[in-house]
Each structure stands twice: as C-alpha cells, then as structure tokens.
C-alpha cells in the first residue's frame, strides 16, 4: 500500500521501463500500453481472465536516493485523473463501483481540459481578464510562460497559465 524505492539511482527512463515490463507484475497480468503523463505511469493491463483494466504507477525520486512507485488500479479510485481517454477506450467495462465513478470523474476532467484549451486559444492581445477588483490588459503572449500584461493602474506583470487558467470560467 506503500511506495518501494530502489537504492539505486537507474534514471527516470529505466525506472519506467522496469514499471512497464511484464516482470513488474503478478503472473498472468500482462501490460499492453502504458503512457507517461508528468509523473503518472498509466497503464492497461490484461488480467489472467482476459479482461482489461488501468492501472496508475506515481512515480518520484528519493532525495540522494533511486527511483520509487506506488501502483494504484482503478477499482481503488486513484485520486488523479489525468489519464489518456485512449487508455480507457481500450479497456474493459469498469468492474466495480469505484472503477465507474473514477473513470465518469476521468471523463468530467478531460472535458474540462478541452474547454480550458479552446478558451485558452481565444485570449488575444488587448483581451481584459477580470480578477476580482483587478482588471488586466493582456499585452504579449509568453506561450508556456502565460501573458505579459498591464493592470488598471499601469503596472506591468507577468500571469501564469496555470493562473490564468484558474480565473477562466470553463
């Protein structure tokens, strides 16, 4: 229920690859396809009965140590929904309760990603974003950065996207 850590610092790209070798799992468990979405391993895994099913590795490093994981599979309802719809296509039905709520949650997360997307495609320069009492004049787009932009009273600031996207109403 924990997380294993090596001794070994191997690399993050060996310590995904051992996570997503068959060796890692049970007999019978065979993993299909994995995709790596910032520090989640999200796989689809065919158990013994041929049925298929995600699964969710975290992965981190250990300060002055190796490479860790802790695996979570849908029936847990892992609490992170960043998974590809691709990965979920492939699967089977859910199988428990916990499985369908996470997955209508994955569903609900990715279409907030979409709409947050387009949205974020529409701001343009001399777009005024609203914070509360503050008003900003967007001036320059940063791209990954955000937007380089002027408050009402002339002073000049840089807004993250993340930022910028909490403030949108999506």
Not at 136 to 151: A, C, F, M, P, Q
Not at 153 to 169: D, H, M, N, V
Request: glycine share 8%; with cysteine.
């Amino acid at each position: 229920m924990g997380w294993s850590f090596s001794c070994n610092d191997t690399g993050r790209k060996a310590h995904i690859e051992s996570i997503t070798n068959q060796r890692h799992f049970s007999s019978g468990y065979v993993p299909i396809t994995c995709r790596v979405v910032g520090s989640h391993v999200w796989q689809l895994v065919q158990r013994p009965d041929g049925t298929k099913y995600i699964t969710l590795d975290l992965i981190a490093k250990e300060r002055g140590g190796g490479w860790g994981y802790k695996s979570i599979d849908e029936d847990c309802g892992p609490y992170h929904y960043d998974c590809p719809i691709t990965l979920l296509d492939k699967a089977d039905p859910p199988a428990t309760p916990n499985a369908e709520a996470w997955r209508a949650k994955v569903f609900e997360y990715a279409d907030r990603v979409k709409r947050l997307r387009r949205e974020m495609e529409t701001l343009k320069q001399g777009s005024v974003l609203v914070v509360g009492p503050c008003q900003y004049t967007l001036l320059e787009d940063l791209g990954r950065s955000g937007w380089r932009v002027k408050d009402q009273y002339g002073a000049y600031w840089r807004l993250t996207q993340r930022f910028i996207k909490s403030q949108l109403k999506v």
